[in-house]
Each structure stands twice: as structure tokens, then as C-alpha cells.
């Protein structure tokens, strides 16, 4: 019980469960590049790569974050902050983690391996971005980004400016639905000295502006069809992504923010699923 419990701890303290957002397009610029499914081998050390990053990130976040997560209200319940986990055992934990993402990376291929230290750099940077400019947000979209370039170079062993588009999609896609999150904290970032969309530009041009990053994740990801030949699958994925972004904008208004988390959660994972899906369809079931 001990360990399961420690187990739930660590898996809380990183939100496993929003793996979701970002592992669908690591695995949907795969397939792009292997032009079908890539090897059980290349998936595997894919997925074992996605989440070994991803948890030495939010690790290293919670830990660089905790002051101000036991100051902010909504945050003061995490893991750190409450004394469930201790900053040594959030440490050690990130530490594996990233050693794990080093291990995949050199599995993957030499590249893969080479740039990951540059991939580690950025993640550890985003965590201190919002101490000084409100571009935190592309920080994160960027840091987030890298999974699908972090995929294509495993599939096809070399960097190639084609796969760029889906790259930037999901930057400003994440961008965009960060900067909606983060409205909840609008008055303690300001309290705080702390930057972000809406405690710099307040509640009414932070909402559009995260509707024009998500219009130009749309764009993005309609570009994409001439480059690699996708398929009308493809693009009734993306015509029903457009609708969950719509839907999404619709459950958040400047005068009423209570739809906020369900816009974030449940909307972001139907997004990065809908693109994988369609896009596994336009290889499986060419038209």
C-alpha cells in the first residue's frame, strides 16, 4: 500500500494524465514521417521518450514553482507545497526521469541523442519564463513542440524544415489554451510580479488572443496537406477540431470563467486525439 500510494503521489505531482495533450501529436508527425506505422521499435522508445521528458519537466516545474504554489491559492493542495513529497524526492524523481528521456533519445538514433541535452535545456528554461515576460505561454507551446519534432527525427534520423507547420500548430495551440488557463491567476500573477497573457493584457485581449493562436493552429495544420499528400480523413479531423476549438472559446467569457477547467481538460485531449486518429485514418484508409 505504501508504494502504490508513493506511486499515486508522483503521478499527481506531474499530472500524468495530461500526457494526453502532447503524446497524440508526437505520434501523429510519426506516422507523417514513416508515411504509415512506424516500427513497434520506434514507438516504443517514442512513448518512452514523450514521457520520461514530459515528467523531468513538470517535476523540475513543481520544484522551481513551489514557492509560489504554496502562496497561490489554487495551487497550495500540490504535492510540494502540502508536504507529500518532499524537494529532494521531486528532485531525484525529475533526475530519473530526464535519464530516462537521454536513454530513449540514444536508442532512438544518433540525432535523437545529440540534440536532447538542447531539449532538457528548454524545458528546465520555461519554468523561470514567467518571472520575466508574458511570452511564457510560446515558451510552453515551444517546449511542447518538440514532441512532434522529437518524433519525426526518430522515425526518419534527420531534421527536416516540412515537419515545421505541425511543429508550430502545436506551439500556438498550446499557447493559446495556456493563456485561457491561465486567467484563473490573473490577480495573484499581478500580486506576485508574475507574467502571463492576462495579467498583462487582462481578461478580454488574452481570450482573443488565444482565439487567433488557435486560428493559426488551424492554418497550420490545414498547410500541411499539400506537403505530405494527406487524405479527406485528414481533413474532416481538422474541420472537427475547428469545432472543438469553437466549442471550447464558447465555454469561456470575460464574465464568466466557471466552464474554465472544462474547457482546458476534457476539450485539449478530444484535440490531440482527433489529429492523431484522422491522421492514422488518411494512411490506413487513403481515399
Same mark, same amino acid.
Given at each position: 500500500?505504501?508504494?502504490?500510494?508513493?506511486?499515486?503521489?508522483?503521478?499527481?505531482?506531474?499530472?500524468?494524465?495530461?500526457?494526453?495533450?502532447?503524446?497524440? *501529436?508526437?505520434?501523429?508527425?510519426?506516422?507523417?514521417? !514513416?508515411?504509415?506505422?512506424?516500427?513497434?521499435?520506434?514507438?516504443?522508445?517514442?512513448?518512452?521518450?514523450?514521457?520520461?521528458? /514530459?515528467?523531468?519537466?513538470?517535476?523540475?516545474?513543481?520544484?522551481?514553482?513551489?514557492?509560489?504554489?504554496?502562496? @497561490?491559492?489554487?495551487?497550495?493542495? /500540490?504535492?510540494?507545497?502540502?508536504?507529500?513529497?518532499?524537494?529532494?524526492?521531486?528532485?531525484?524523481?525529475?533526475?530519473?526521469?530526464? !535519464?530516462?528521456?537521454?536513454?530513449?533519445?540514444?536508442?532512438?538514433?544518433?540525432?535523437?541523442?545529440?540534440?536532447?541535452?538542447?531539449?532538457?535545456?528548454?524545458?528546465?528554461?520555461?519554468?523561470?519564463?514567467?518571472?520575466?515576460?508574458?511570452?511564457?505561454?510560446?515558451?510552453?507551446?515551444?517546449?511542447?513542440?518538440?514532441?512532434? %519534432?522529437?518524433?519525426?527525427?526518430?522515425?526518419?534520423?534527420?531534421?527536416?524544415?516540412?515537419?515545421?507547420?505541425?511543429?508550430? !500548430?502545436?506551439?500556438?495551440?498550446?499557447?493559446?489554451?495556456?493563456? %485561457?488557463?491561465?486567467?484563473?491567476?490573473?490577480?495573484?500573477?499581478?500580486?506576485?510580479?508574475?507574467? $502571463?497573457?492576462? $495579467?498583462?493584457?487582462?481578461?478580454?485581449?488574452?481570450?482573443?488572443?488565444?482565439?487567433? *493562436?488557435?486560428?493559426?493552429?488551424?492554418?497550420?495544420?490545414?498547410?500541411?496537406?499539400?506537403?505530405?499528400?494527406?487524405?479527406?480523413?485528414?481533413?474532416?479531423?481538422?474541420?472537427?477540431?475547428?469545432?472543438?476549438?469553437?466549442?471550447?472559446? $464558447?465555454?469561456?467569457?470575460?464574465?464568466? %470563467?466557471?466552464?474554465?477547467?472544462? !474547457? *482546458?481538460?476534457?476539450? @485539449?485531449?478530444?484535440?490531440?486525439?482527433?489529429?492523431?486518429?484522422?491522421?492514422?485514418?488518411?494512411?490506413?484508409?487513403?481515399?
Amino acid at each position: 500500500m505504501e508504494l502504490y500510494r508513493k506511486i499515486s503521489d508522483y503521478l499527481r505531482l506531474i499530472k500524468f494524465s495530461h500526457s494526453v495533450f502532447a503524446l497524440p *501529436f508526437a505520434f501523429t508527425a510519426a506516422l507523417i514521417a !514513416a508515411e504509415g506505422i512506424p516500427s513497434v521499435y520506434q514507438i516504443f522508445w517514442i512513448t518512452v521518450a514523450m514521457v520520461g521528458g /514530459r515528467s523531468g519537466a513538470m517535476g523540475m516545474n513543481r520544484i522551481i514553482d513551489r514557492k509560489f504554489d504554496a502562496l @497561490n491559492p489554487r495551487t497550495k493542495n /500540490r504535492e510540494i507545497p502540502k508536504g507529500v513529497l518532499k524537494t529532494g524526492e521531486a528532485f531525484v524523481f525529475t533526475a530519473v526521469a530526464f !535519464a530516462v528521456l537521454l536513454l530513449a533519445a540514444y536508442k532512438l538514433n544518433p540525432l535523437c541523442f545529440k540534440i536532447s541535452p538542447l531539449v532538457i535545456l528548454v524545458l528546465f528554461t520555461y519554468s523561470y519564463t514567467k518571472r520575466f515576460t508574458w511570452l511564457c505561454h510560446i515558451v510552453l507551446g515551444l517546449a511542447l513542440a518538440l514532441a512532434p %519534432l522529437g518524433a519525426w527525427i526518430a522515425v526518419r534520423g534527420t531534421f527536416d524544415p516540412e515537419i515545421l507547420p505541425l511543429c508550430f !500548430a502545436v506551439m500556438f495551440w498550446v499557447a493559446g489554451f495556456d493563456a %485561457l488557463y491561465g486567467l484563473q491567476d490573473i490577480d495573484f500573477d499581478k500580486k506576485q510580479g508574475l507574467y $502571463s497573457i492576462p $495579467s498583462v493584457f487582462g481578461v478580454n485581449a488574452s481570450i482573443r488572443i488565444a482565439r487567433l *493562436f488557435h486560428l493559426m493552429t488551424i492554418v497550420l495544420l490545414l498547410s500541411l496537406v499539400p506537403v505530405f499528400g494527406l487524405t479527406g480523413f485528414y481533413l474532416l479531423g481538422v474541420l472537427i477540431v475547428s469545432g472543438l476549438m469553437l466549442y471550447e472559446h $464558447s465555454l469561456v467569457k470575460p464574465t464568466d %470563467l466557471s466552464k474554465l477547467n472544462i !474547457a *482546458f481538460f476534457n476539450m @485539449n485531449g478530444y484535440i490531440s486525439i482527433t489529429v492523431f486518429v484522422f491522421t492514422l485514418f488518411s494512411y490506413l484508409l487513403p481515399l
